[in-house]
């Protein structure tokens, strides 16, 4: 079953800070973050692990409650560089990622 | 390090027809993925393949199936293509597996059905 992202879609100015929210129903072994440009494949951001752990790249957070099967995403300060779909994918204990259907950001100057 | 590949990038098949997408992985990457893109419908899991095995599975009927080489070399082939399978198929490798390790896509196989 595929996670729920919320909003579909926001704007921004650059500057102003944005959360992106992704929850599932199901017991998450880790949650997935990446980001698509139009025309372009997705790229990763992010990777929550249950128990804390956090590997990224970008200057970009997240927060991961397990309990509440739930992740968000911050985007502070954001950046023209910071538009594009973000999709959130939940990993659940069989391995299986899936991804929700996205939340589109536009940052305007 | 070279990035992923797909082959075709376009493709144009008429309905009933069948289609082999072929993906090559970041040297090294063992795991490959395929997903289906569509607008409004973000990334829909298709299949995982690890040193040549299924290991995951989507909801996707069986006119979809895929097989990995031991280069890791991954194809998807759909059967008795049907209009609603136009689509943005794309491929992603990983060191190992889904749970902990970051997906690296390649660029899409984008299919028409007409």
């Known amino acids: 079953q595929q996670p729920v992202q919320s909003p579909q879609a926001v704007i921004l100015r650059e500057g102003e800070d944005a959360v992106i929210n992704c929850s599932s129903s199901?017991?998450?072994?880790?949650v997935h973050w990446y980001r698509q440009k139009h025309g372009e494949a997705p790229v990763f951001l992010m990777i929550?692990?249950?128990?804390?752990e956090q590997k990224g790249h970008e200057k970009i957070s997240a927060s991961f409650n397990e309990k509440k099967q739930q992740s968000s995403l911050y985007l502070t300060a954001s950046q023209l560089s910071y538009s594009g779909t973000y999709f959130c994918?939940?990993?659940?204990?069989?391995?299986?990622?899936?991804f929700g259907a996205g939340t589109q950001v536009v940052v305007t100057p | 390090k070279a990035g992923v590949t797909q082959t075709p990038r376009y493709l144009i098949k008429t309905r009933g027809q069948q289609v082999t997408l072929s993906c090559s992985p970041i040297?090294?990457?063992?795991?490959v993925s395929w997903y289906q893109q569509t607008p409004g419908q973000g990334l829909q899991f298709l299949f995982e393949?690890?040193?040549?095995?299924?290991?995951n599975k989507g909801n996707f009927p069986g006119r979809f199936s895929g097989r990995q080489f031991s280069n890791s070399r991954s194809e998807m082939n759909v059967s008795t293509l049907e209009l609603g399978d136009s689509a943005l198929y794309l491929c992603?490798?990983?060191?190992?597996?889904?749970?902990?390790?970051?997906?690296?896509f390649g660029p899409g196989t984008r299919l028409t059905v007409t």
């Open positions: 992603a490798s990983s060191l190992a597996g889904h749970s902990s390790y970051e997906q690296y």
């Open positions: 199901k017991a998450l072994y880790s």
């Open positions: 929550l692990l249950k128990g804390g």
């Open positions: 994918g939940t990993v659940d204990s069989w391995g299986k990622l899936q």
């Open positions: 040297s090294g990457h063992r795991s």
């Open positions: 393949y690890f040193s040549e095995t299924q290991r």
